[in-house]
T-cell receptor
Framework: SAVISQKPSRDICQRGTSLTIQCQVD?????MFWYRQQPGQSLTLIAT?????????ESGFVIDKFPISRPNLTFSTLTVSNMSPEDSSIYLC?????????FGQGTRLTVV | QKEVEQDPGPLSVPEGAIVSLNCTYS??????FMWYRQYSRKGPELLMY????GNKEDGRFTAQVDKSSKYISLFIRDSQPSDSATYLC??????????FGKGTRLSVIA
């Protein structure tokens, strides 16, 4: 298993601003994953972040809206840009070991 | 049809009851099946992990996979108030991204 620290745990932001979420893992991992969990909805994968290359985005998510950095094998950031109330959600980072996924505690974002 | 269907509940049971949580899926290629527990304001925590069909037991928890019916279940015996959480099923084929159900909110009443 892996220990994942994510911050901030929650934030309330004004529309039009940006928020950067940080994710730190206690071991080196090749891939880190960013998910969104909207109220009453499934966890949805936003993108996969590989160290040393561009992130791979899932359908419906674009780099301009959700830029990702992956400067080393234990750290990643996700930025939610030009926020609107529709971006209010829980954002989670995740790593995998074998076929199992492990999650941080999540960032609860409210856009007003 | 969504790839994974899960009744969101809420499900409310008395302490000590046997709880049955279920998911159905449409992709017969799924090989790995997982159950996650998510407490309020926390990230999902892996509970059970099963490869292919069959049963797996861990303490009060039993996971079942029936690939012929495309149906997976999680049973909780002697349920406790501390089991109150949202339970999410998840599955995948190989190294493809996990596909999650919406989660079932469970309340165990003392």
């Amino acid at each position: 298993s892996a220990v994942i620290s994510q911050k901030p745990s929650r934030d309330i932001c004004q529309r039009g601003t940006s928020l950067t979420i940080q994710c730190q893992v206690d071991s080196q991992v090749t891939m880190m994953f960013w998910y969104r969990q909207q109220p009453g909805q499934s966890l949805t994968l936003i993108a996969t972040a590989n160290q040393g290359s561009e992130a791979t985005y899932e359908s419906g998510f674009v780099i301009d809206k959700f830029p990702i950095s992956r400067p080393n094998l234990t750290f990643s950031t996700l930025t939610v840009s030009n926020m609107s109330p529709e971006d209010s959600s829980i954002y989670l980072c995740s790593v995998e070991s074998a076929a199992e996924a492990f999650f941080g505690q999540g960032t609860r974002l409210t856009v007003v | 049809q969504k790839e994974v269907e899960q009744d969101p509940g809420p499900l409310s049971v008395p302490e000590g009851a046997i709880v049955s949580l279920n998911c159905t899926y449409s992709n017969s290629a799924f090989q790995y099946f997982m159950w996650y527990r998510q407490y309020s304001r926390k990230g999902p925590e892996l509970l059970m992990y099963t490869y292919s069909s069959g049963n797996k037991e861990d303490g009060r928890f039993t996971a079942q996979v029936d690939k012929s019916s495309k149906y997976i279940s999680l049973f909780i015996r002697d349920s406790q108030p501390s089991d109150s959480a949202t339970y999410l099923c998840a599955m995948r084929k190989g190294n493809t991204p996990l596909v999650f159900g919406k989660g079932t909110r469970l309340s165990v009443i003392a």
